[in-house]
């Protein structure tokens, strides 16, 4: 599943790599999951209740390799906590945020198939499986 970089975080980078301002990338990344998907300027319908939370991930080099082939894969598994008492729906995408909760989205893409999530799972993206590429 490939994703692309949000229409916040383009501009961000337009504007550090240019000298307009400087980007500082966030020290924690938190990966989201979307019932309805996201576009480059955000919106789509993440996941809620049923224990549901954003996954935090430690912005460095062992769970984001260096880009090859013109993406970034994810270098370790992230795991959501189980859905419980009832399930999430149907995921049909995944978002990158800088926040735990609200904050900017910086990526995104559709997942290659839709997942429904039921009680009791605990979703996960295994190594390599969450792509980001510049578009």
Same mark, same amino acid.
């Given at each position: 599943m490939?994703g692309?970089?949000s229409?916040?975080?383009?501009?961000?980078v337009?504007?550090?790599?240019? &000298?307009?301002?400087?980007?500082?990338?966030?020290?924690t990344?938190?990966?989201a999951?979307?019932?309805?998907?996201p576009?480059d300027?955000g919106? &789509?319908?993440?996941? +809620?209740?049923?224990a549901?939370?954003?996954?935090?991930?430690?912005?460095?080099?062992?769970?984001?390799?260096?880009a090859?082939?013109?993406?970034?894969?994810? &270098?370790?598994?992230?795991?959501?906590?189980?859905?419980?008492? +009832?399930?999430?729906g149907v995921v049909?995408?995944?978002?990158?945020?800088?926040?735990?909760?609200s904050?900017?989205?910086?990526?995104?893409?559709d997942?290659t198939? +839709?997942k429904?999530?039921?009680?009791?799972?605990?979703?996960?993206?295994?190594?390599g499986?969450l792509?980001?590429?510049?578009d």
């Amino acid at each position: 599943m490939a994703g692309s970089f949000s229409n916040f975080l383009e501009l961000e980078v337009l504007d550090h790599v240019f &000298g307009a301002a400087a980007y500082t990338a966030p020290a924690t990344l938190y990966v989201a999951l979307f019932t309805a998907a996201p576009s480059d300027s955000g919106g &789509g319908t993440e996941c +809620s209740g049923n224990a549901y939370a954003r996954v935090a991930v430690t912005n460095n080099a062992t769970n984001f390799p260096a880009a090859s082939a013109g993406a970034k894969a994810n &270098g370790t598994a992230f795991t959501f906590p189980q859905a419980t008492p +009832s399930g999430w729906g149907v995921v049909v995408a995944f978002g990158i945020f800088d926040a735990s909760t609200s904050g900017n989205l910086l990526a995104w893409g559709d997942l290659t198939a +839709s997942k429904t999530i039921d009680a009791l799972d605990t979703p996960s993206f295994a190594i390599g499986d969450l792509d980001i590429t510049l578009d």
